[in-house]
Structures are given as structure tokens and as C-alpha cells.
């Protein structure tokens, strides 16, 4: 929200010789975080209102050119009637005789250093510039010149209190619970409050009395989505009058584009007062207006020219025709104020705010209106809204009101809430009077009633977010200001450090770090859409989601049953700007869905007891902690020493082994079939009898729907799965020397290398200390369907050298377990 102190100086008695900074520290003590400081870019010497008084248009040249006289002061000129006249030679073509603009004379400086100087160009001397906004650094368009208008100012006035160059703007984030403060009302109220100065309520006008019959017939047929509608209708709209500049500038100041006085209007109406509205074009809706949800099927084209689609929880704004705004988002394209509207609809209304920003996210279709809605804001104000609208349209474009305004309310009051006026002194740690906590919730609009102690609290209508004693709490904590509260520090209890958990999950992160990869954490978040392209089967334990009620995104709005859509995504978005070897991995929760208990919802008047609190602990889902890593590219990188090396399914393998060793346990492989990895080349991870992950090449399909290269792979595992390390002992050294022993086993294809491996391991028996898979061949001599698998065993004993009978019988154990097992064949 940004906020101009020219404007909020309107409804602020501030101090006078109150600093920039005490404003930015009032701010902070209130609880708004302030992003930046605005200024206007520095402009020195002469820059003045003047008035176009002639335009000599000249020709001749390559492009239109024209040759102004502009009054540009009261300073006595020859000839000039006592007034200063300049000629000015300007290529823009959006202004007329009598309009007001600025003018930078000769000794002027803009921003970026344009030094203004009187110059002889196009067969005249231009004495001066007439400016445009991006020339003066007060906003983006170069179209045409800044025209101010022709009424309000005198030529020869100071342009920079005119534009707001010595103006600051303070661009302050507001949370999500504190809508009140999206406004100019809602910030001076605070500010008055912490500044101890009076203020003034743009929202305490009294609407005109209308009479006469509605306007319009309207029809709410939600009122739980929507408890207040008003409507004012107006006619006589001149359609080619401009907003003043006053507004007009108001609105570049808080980031908002002018468009036409109609729609300028609304904008600073809901600036002032937090109320959003919208103006349709009356000649364009048909029949009467109704207020309801989306039927199957319908469609509404918004003001962004997108035709959306409309689904069953989307609430219209609709006319005899179908629907002509998405209610609290965006109007519709169909009843856009025009170059040629001369009649409008005002429209205010406060809608239900979960609605408001499920519609937003659904439809990816945020507005600063939303912005508000979805925050909630004052149902209190909407016929003031109106009228402050009515007023400035027939102020600056002769609109007149037709009829008495709708105003269709189904409010429910809004109950009392018990506080002990001791509670915010007892939670902050100071004390507090209760006089003052009645003052303080005085000050922010709320009714108080009660003697002592025991107090009945109304919220004022503006702050829908007061619902409970802890929200009043919060609120007297906040206006006395954060900084009061005790900081101490508690003492640390000795002798606990890390769990054994936190040390492995360390130890994991820094094996796989340590082995090249870089760790990408992601949004715990999945959708069915990208399991889909996974191609995680229906009935997988995985497609048992969690469902968020008020997701981030519509596209993934559970909670992640596998860490590989997250991961994956990373993968792609590096590979689409520009990198070709990655390897990631990401260590974190999951979050598998299947039956659940419902959890009980405890207040927040005391702390829940031991049964609540078993009862919410009970009804977390289980959540495993799982590591997964996915590469593509070279692990290798090439250079003069070699051409480098892709990453293999092998490498997923390694990383896999990687965690296993250092969660200190370990892990045997197996071929194994899970989506998304390639049936032939994935493997089950596995620790003694059970599965524990899956690594290897991801399939093809899988490639192109994520628009992967081929060949990725990827490597999931359940770090909580693993069991817990054993005591390590040390190993018993040899003083004995080794035997070492090389052979070759020509098997299937289809026989895992683990499967051979685990045979010689069994016939090798004691005397095996090292086995080592070194090499792995196919072609000439070894048949078509097989390969040869090259192993280096290392024999020793560990009480006495080993002779030659005693290697040659290991070996010969090891060979024959090897060839009855897996139908191994000794390799010549």
C-alpha cells in the first residue's frame, strides 16, 4: 500500500517539523513493515505552470512540428502585456490552446542531468521545454506532454508542489489480516493514534438524501457471499471529460494507471476508503441485476479480453444477458465504461473474503480490488462510496444522479467478545491499566462497555478480523507499541544439542552435497496433474492426496506424497535457462494421504488440554522424511583429459549408496518396476527384506511430458525406513599380506549384478574381504544376451599368510556358488 503524506496529511494532524524518519518509525511501532521510501527524482531551477496561449503549426520537416506561445508568469515582458510569454517549439500533439502545462525554463535540470537552455531548432529559438511525465520523473508515458488541465492553477506557479516532486510516499506491506489498512482512512486513524494528534474520517460524510425508486432492480440470491450490494445509477456523464490532475497524479502515486474519469474515480474512492467499486456502462446491461453463483457451463470475457470459464463456486454480477463482472475480481468486458458512456452504474458491495480469493487463484487473476476483498473490508461504507463517487463525477463530469440508490442489507450484528482487562498485560509482560486497554480499543473504532475487570467488546464494522480475546490482545499490544514488551532471553538447558535424527538428516545432506549435488528445496505441493505426467497409476498409494482447503495455487492444492514433481520441475526450469549438467536433491517430508481422524478445533481462550492435544496429534497425518535426487547431463565434465560422462542410472544407484552409508546402514539393490523410472532400468533399493526407495532412468514418456533430455534419472528413498545405525566397531587390521584374485563371469542379461555378487560374497566365505565389480563387457567373444562382469577379490586371513591352496579354494567356492546360482560361466 502505498501512501502519499500529501494526501494523508488531509486526514492527519502531523506535527509540524515531524521527520521523514519519525514517520517511518511510527509506522514500524504500528506493525507495518515499510518496503521504501519514495521520492520524486531531484529537478532543479525554473520549472513553472505555464499556459499554451497560440500553436503556429510548421511544416516543412519530417515530422509534425509546432511552434507554442506559452504565459509562463506575471513578469513584465515587452510586448507581452505584462505578461511573460515564451516560444517553445514541442512535437507533441495531445494538447491545445488554453491548456495548462509545465514548463522548464532555460537554467532548468531534469533528472539524469537534461540541462535546459534556450536553442535554436526548426527555424525558431525554443525558450524553454514543455514536459512530459517520463521528462520529469514522475512516471512512464512519453506519448504526448503532462496537460494539467485548463482551470486550478496560474501560470508562473512552482511546478513542483503542483506535481508532487517535494511529495514522499511510503510503500508500506500490510498482512493479510489487517485489511483496514488498505486504505488512506485506515492508515491515518493508526497514525493519529500512535502520534496522539486528532484526525479526520473521509467516511464520516452523510450521503445526500436521494428519492425517488431505485435505480436499478437488483437481486441478491447469495447474501452469504455476498451481505451488502449498493448501486447508485448516474446519467449525464461527459465522456471526454479528463480527470483533474490532482487525481490523476494521486493515482501514479500509489502505482495505479489513469484511465477515464469514471473508472479514475472508483480507483480513488477505494484508495481513500478501502471500498472497491465498479462502474458499468447503463446502456449496456439489460433487465434487472442479480447476485449469484456460476452455472454450469457459463463463460465471462473480463476486462483482459480472456474468456474464462466459470465454475460452480464463482460468484456473478449478472444482468438478463448472463454474467457481466466476476464479483470482487474483475468486471466484464461487455459493460466497460467507453469512450462514449454517458450513463453508469455505481457499484459497492462487501463480499464474503474466502470466496473472493479462491475466485482470484482459481482464475490467476489478481486486482487491486480483490487485494482488498480478499482481506475484508468495511460493509459499513458502501453507500458512502457511492456518494463520494457521485460527487466527484458530477464535479469534474457533470453526471447527475437518476433515482434512489439499492441498498440490500443481510447483516447479522456482530456479537460482543468477552476480555479481562488484565489479559494483554499478562501475555506481554507489562502492565497495562485497564483504563488504557479501554482507550486503546476505544482508539481503534471498538464499542467497550463494563466497569473493572470484566469487559464486553464490539469491534467497529472495519475490522473483521477481530474475532477473539487473543485478536483485542494482539491489537492493545500493538498500538502501545512492540518495543514494549521485556525482552529476555531464556537459559538454555544443557546437554542436549542435535537428536539422533537431526545428525542423520545432516549427515545425508552432506554426503550428497559432497558428491556434486546441489541441494533445491521446493514447495511441499502436488497436483493430479503432475502425477499424471509421472504416470503414477490410479490405485498407487501416492495418488492418496491431501487436500488444502485454501491452497496457494489451484494447479497443486495438496500436500506431496513424493519429492520427485518438485525436484523434477527444478530440473526443467535450469535446463530451460540455459544449464545442461545439473544434479539436485532435495531432503524432506511427504506427506501420504488414507484414513484419517478428524482433528477437534480448540479455543483460544486457554491452553488445550491433555486430550485435546492427544487428539490433535493424533489426527496429524504421518509425514516420512524422504531424500530424493535427479540429474541430468554430464557428472563428468569433458576437457582435454576426455570427452567426459553422462549420469547414468548407476549414478542414481551411488547416490542412493551415498545416503545409506551415511545414515550408517546397508543397502542392497535389485531390479525393480515403479512410475515413473523406465521398467528396465530401475532399481529397488533395499535394506534387508524391504523396499526403501527406488532409483534408475526415468522413462521415456516421463522425458517428454516434462520436456526433460533422455535419459534423466532420478532416486527417491524413505530416510525414515532406514533403521537405526548399529554401535560402529572398528575392523580388525591384518598384519598379513592379501591375496589377490581377478575373475570374469560371463551371465544373462537379465541377471542382476547384485545377484552374482551376493553368490560370491556366500562362497567365498571368511576369507573375502574386498569384492569390487571393476569391469562390465558385451560383444565378441561373449555371446548375444549376456555380458561379462569382471570382479576383484581380495583374500586374507586373519591369523596367518594364505597359501595358494587355500586363495585357489575361495576362489573356486565363490565361482561354483556363483555358476549354481545366477548360471554363471567362467570367462577365459
Given at each position: ?50 499556459r499554451?496561449?497560440?500553436i ?51 537554467g ?11 536553442r ?48 514522499v ?85 500509489c ?6 474519469l ?92 474466502a ?48 433515482g ?52 464486553q ?50 549427515s ?36 492418496q ?25 527444478t ?10 549438467d ?38 496429524v ?23 567426459g ?17 551415511a ?61 537405526a ?104
Amino acid at each position: 500500500m502505498k501512501v502519499p503524506i500529501s494526501w494523508l496529511s488531509e486526514h492527519v494532524d502531523i506535527p509540524a517539523g515531524t521527520t521523514v524518519e519519525e514517520l517511518d518509525e511510527a509506522f514500524v511501532r504500528l506493525g507495518f513493515e515499510v518496503e521504501e521510501v519514495l521520492r520524486a527524482p531531484v529537478t532543479t531551477g525554473p520549472l513553472v505552470v505555464g499556459r499554451v496561449l497560440e500553436i503556429e503549426e510548421l511544416t516543412g520537416f519530417k515530422k509534425p512540428i509546432r511552434y507554442c506561445q506559452v504565459e509562463v508568469g506575471e513578469e513584465a515582458s515587452p510586448g507581452a502585456g505584462g505578461r511573460d510569454v515564451r516560444g517553445i517549439v514541442c512535437g507533441a500533439r495531445n494538447f491545445a490552446v488554453g491548456d495548462l502545462v509545465v514548463v522548464a525554463l532555460p537554467g532548468a535540470v531534469l533528472p539524469g542531468g537534461f540541462a535546459i537552455a534556450a536553442r535554436s531548432t526548426y527555424d525558431h529559438v525554443s525558450d524553454g521545454m514543455i514536459c512530459s511525465v517520463r521528462e520529469l520523473g514522475i512516471g512512464e508515458d512519453h506519448a504526448g506532454i503532462l496537460v494539467l488541465g485548463q482551470d486550478g492553477f496560474t501560470p508562473g506557479t512552482p511546478a513542483a508542489g503542483v506535481l508532487g516532486l517535494d511529495d514522499v510516499v511510503f510503500d508500506l506491506e500490510v498482512t493479510p489480516d489487517r485489511g483496514y489498512a488498505m486504505s488512506l482512512r485506515g492508515i491515518a486513524r493508526d497514525l493519529a493514534g500512535a502520534l496522539g494528534v486528532d484526525w479526520r474520517d473521509p467516511a464520516a460524510l452523510t450521503p445526500p438524501a436521494w428519492s425517488g425508486e431505485p435505480g436499478w432492480a437488483v437481486e441478491v440470491a447469495d447474501p452469504a457471499r455476498c451481505d451488502r450490494f449498493s448501486m447508485l445509477a448516474m446519467e449525464g456523464l461527459d465522456p471526454a471529460a479528463p480527470s483533474p490532475w490532482e487525481l490523476r497524479r494521486r493515482l501514479a502515486q500509489c502505482g495505479i494507471r489513469s484511465i477515464s474519469l469514471a473508472v479514475d474515480v472508483t480507483n480513488i474512492v477505494m484508495l481513500e476508503l478501502g471500498q472497491p467499486m465498479h462502474a458499468f456502462d447503463r446502456d449496456t446491461v439489460t433487465g434487472p441485476i442479480t447476485v449469484r453463483l456460476a452455472a454450469t457451463g457459463e463463460r465471462l470475457t473480463t476486462l483482459d479480453g480472456v474468456d474464462r470459464a466459470l465454475t460452480s463456486d464463482d460468484l456473478l454480477i449478472a444482468d438478463e444477458s448472463g454474467p457481466i463482472g466476476l464479483a470482487g475480481v474483475m468486471g466484464g468486458a461487455s459493460t466497460e465504461i467507453g469512450a462514449n458512456t454517458t450513463a453508469v452504474l455505481l457499484e459497492a458491495a462487501h463480499w464474503e473474503p474466502a470466496g473472493i480469493g479462491r475466485g482470484v487463484r482459481r482464475h490467476k487473476l489478481p486486482s487491486e480490488a480483490a487485494k482488498r476483498f480478499e482481506r475484508g473490508t468495511d460493509p459499513d461504507v458502501t453507500v458512502v462510496a457511492l456518494a463520494r463517487a457521485a460527487a466527484l463525477l458530477a464535479e469534474h463530469g457533470g453526471a447527475h444522479v437518476v433515482g434512489a440508490p439499492v441498498d440490500l442489507d443481510a447483516r447479522r450484528p456482530r456479537p460482543a467478545i468477552a476480555l479481562d482487562a488484565g489479559r494483554p498485560g499478562r501475555i506481554a509482560g507489562v502492565a497495562y491499566p485497564p483504563s488504557q486497554v479501554v482507550e486503546v480499543l476505544q482508539a481503534i473504532g471498538a464499542t467497550v462497555e463494563g466497569d473493572g475487570q470484566q469487559l464486553q467488546v464490539t469491534p467497529p464494522s472495519w475490522r473483521g478480523d477481530l474475532t477473539d480475546p487473543a485478536d483485542l490482545v494482539e491489537e492493545v499490544v500493538r498500538y502501545l507499541g512492540f518495543d514494549e514488551i521485556p525482552s529476555v532471553l531464556p537459559t538454555a538447558p544443557p546437554g542436549r544439542g542435535l537428536t539422533e535424527r537431526q545428525r542423520r538428516r545432516r549427515s545425508i545432506g552432506r554426503a550428497l552435497a559432497d558428491a556434486g549435488y546441489v541441494e533445491a528445496p521446493s514447495y511441499p505441493f502436488v497436483g493430479e496433474a503432475q502425477l499424471d505426467a509421472l504416470g503414477v497409476p490410479a490405485d498407487d498409494a501416492r495418488r492418496q492426496l491431501i487436500t488444502l482447503r485454501n491452497p496457494l495455487s489451484e494447479e497443486a492444492p495438496a500436500m506431496r506424497t513424493t519429492l520427485l514433481p518438485g525436484l523434477l520441475g527444478t530440473l526443467a526450469r535450469n535446463l530451460a535457462r540455459g544449464q545442461r549438467d545439473v544434479a539436485v536433491f532435495e531432503h524432506g517430508a511427504v506427506f501420504p494421504g488414507g484414513p484419517s481422524t478428524q482433528a477437534p478445533v480448540p479455543g483460544v481462550d486457554r491452553r488445550p488440554d491433555d486430550d485435546v492435544l492427544a487428539a490433535l496429534l493424533g489426527a496429524v497425518p504421518e509425514q516420512p522424511w524422504h531424500v530424493g535426487v535427479v540429474l541430468a547431463g554430464n557428472v563428468e565434465p569433458r576437457g582435454w583429459w576426455g570427452p567426459g560422462r553422462p549420469g547414468s542410472w548407476a549414478d542414481a544407484v551411488q547416490a542412493a549408496r551415498a545416503v545409506a552409508a551415511a545414515a550408517g546402514v546397508e543397502l542392497t539393490v535389485r531390479a525393480g518396476e515403479l512410475a515413473p523410472w523406465h521398467p528396465g532400468r530401475c532399481a529397488e533399493l533395499l535394506v534387508g527384506d524391504r523396499v526403501v526407495g527406488h532409483a534408475g532412468e526415468l522413462h521415456p514418456r516421463v522425458c517428454a511430458a516434462l520436456d526433460l533430455p533422455a535419459r534423466t534419472c532420478a532416486m527417491e528413498l524413505d530416510v525414515d525406513a532406514l533403521p537405526a545405525a548399529p554401535v560402529a566397531v572398528g575392523p580388525h587390521v591384518s598384519t598379513f599380506p592379501p591375496v589377490l584374485v581377478d575373475l570374469a563371469l560371463v551371465v544373462a542379461d537379465a541377471v542382476p549384478a547384485a545377484d552374482v555378487e551376493a553368490a560370491l560374497r556366500e562362497g567365498a566365505g571368511e576369507l573375502l574381504e574386498v569384492l569390487r565389480l571393476f569391469d562390465v563387457y558385451t560383444g565378441a567373444p561373449v555371446p548375444a544376451g549376456s555380458r561379462s562382469l569382471a570382479y576383484a577379490l581380495t583374500l586374507r586371513a586373519p591369523d596367518r599368510t594364505l597359501t595358494g591352496e587355500e586363495a585357489n579354494a575361495a576362489r573356486d567356492a565363490a565361482i561354483a556358488v556363483a555358476v549354481e546360482r545366477t548360471g554363471a560361466v567362467l570367462r577365459g
